[in-house]
């Protein structure tokens, strides 16, 4: 390539460079011939490399490396994403990201976009229809109203993992050997998900046991829940309760799929 050193004129002249094409690097070497005139020298210097600009990442930063790319260069704790959740990492930027340590996961950042829990009870003494969720009376925490009352539905807000528990009192009729019950179901858009049963034999009148259920389920946005009495068997028995509250239903968010509220 030309330069001001192929000229042949009896006078100094400069030639410097910038490399702007990443792909030529790195440097290793550099290559010239003689000066054209006998009596005139040349000096080369290959100066220090100096690196401008910044990379663009897409979306949210979710490693050390994405941090590194866009200007951060302070070492310590970041928060990033992952595939589903927030994550908690340590990145060492006196390395580079190829060096082992670099970067380091310490764990998962327990992040909502909005809180959900509620806890719902019975007041009524007698509940016995079947095949239809169990409507509640009163509502001790509701955060995020995802708790139809009335309806006994709680709908899902966000995608994610939710713990349910319910717990209810069932009353007996006097009965010589026959046997009576009463079967709870957990529903996850009318498929039967969970159950719990109370069951026994020659009870006395007003005879009481209790009956409780747990689930851990991964639910979508929309998805609804519901527990409702399957069967009864026997002289109708019944879920009871007074201001006491023997019967209620609870639920929370546990962790929210955040990767599907950023594709919204």
Known sequence: MPCNCDSSLPAPFVDSGIITDKSVLPITRLNFGRTILEYSSG????GR????????VEGMASSCEDLWRI???LSGLYSVMGVTKV??????????PDDAGFQ????????KSMPVYFYVQRNSQVFNATKTPIPFETAKLNLGGAMNLSTGIFTAPRTGTYFFSFTGMTVF???????QGLSIGLYLNDVLVGASEAEDSNTIKGQNDQLSLQSTLHLQAGDQIWVQIDYTQGTLPYLFDNPYHFTHFNGWLLEEDLSALLLQ
């Open 43 to 46: 000096v080369h210097t290959l």
């Open 49 to 56: 490399f100096e690196c401008s600009g910044q990379k663009a």
């Open 71 to 73: 200007g951060h260069t």
């Open 87 to 96: 994550e908690n990492i340590y990145c060492d930027f006196t390395k580079l």
């Open 104 to 111: 380091k996961w310490i764990g998962y950042n327990d992040v």
């Open 173 to 179: 009729s006097a009965t010589s050997n026959a046997v």
